[in-house]
T-cell receptor, first 114, second 114 residues
């Protein structure tokens, strides 16, 4: 079974500052890892994903994440926060071993301070 | 390319009634999954269909059911509605999640049970 832990249910950063959202996963088999963003009253939008290959993954809107197997982490970063980044962010894990459902973390609400 | 379409967007039902939600996946996507999102429980997996077959099912009571048609469109049904069924129901489609293809989510159906 897989699980995801997102440290910090609320994160506030100043506009222009570094964004770091933490995600740790547990999986007994090689994982697929995803970050999604949700704006109010909307569905989930895929920011980026890791399946195989390069461990540093670049996504949309300037976000990137690094898969670190030894730390079982997949933290999301953005060098410079923008007001439009204010939203809720979800980390998720799935596998290719017959159980492809997404298991989500509890989410991190990102607030940008002007 | 059209995204994942969920109808209706909003729904108000009375306890004891039943409801059917609809999801049209992205053209060519054969996998359709359903998730329930609530403030208390977060995002929880309901079930996944692939080529009209249910492949995975989450831990929900039998009141929650679904199906997929030959054109990949999917419906989920909730019978004997309870107040706790109030939630945002999200549908996601994928070309083949077992191969690491991403999931694309619809905007959701917000169900309120009164």
């Amino acid at each position: 079974a897989q699980s995801v832990t997102q440290l910090g249910s609320h994160v506030s950063v100043s506009e222009g500052a570094l964004v770091l959202l933490r995600c740790n996963y547990s999986s007994s088999v090689p994982p697929y890892l995803f970050w999604y963003v949700q704006y109010p009253n909307q569905g989930l939008q895929l920011l980026l994903k890791y399946t195989t290959g390069a461990t540093l993954v670049k996504g949309i809107n300037g976000f990137e994440a690094e898969f670190k197997k030894s730390e079982t982490s997949f933290h999301l970063t953005k060098p410079s926060a923008h007001m439009s980044d204010a939203a809720e962010y979800f980390c998720a894990v799935s596998t290719n071993f017959g159980n492809e459902k997404l298991t989500f973390g509890t989410g991190t609400r990102l607030t940008i301070i002007p | 390319k059209a995204g994942v379409t969920q109808t209706p967007r909003y729904l108000i039902k009375t306890r004891g009634q039943q409801v059917t939600l609809s999801c049209s996946p992205i053209s060519g996507h054969r996998s359709v999954s359903w998730y329930q999102q609530t403030p208390g429980q977060g995002l929880q997996f309901l079930f996944e269909y692939f080529s009209e077959t249910q492949r995975n099912k989450g831990n929900f009571p039998g009141r929650f059911s679904g199906r997929q048609f030959s054109n990949s469109r999917s419906e989920m049904n909730v019978s004997t509605l309870e107040l706790g069924d109030s939630a945002l129901y999200l549908c996601a489609s994928s070309q083949n999640p077992g191969q690491g293809h991403g999931y694309t989510f619809g905007s959701g159906t917000r169900l309120t049970v009164v």
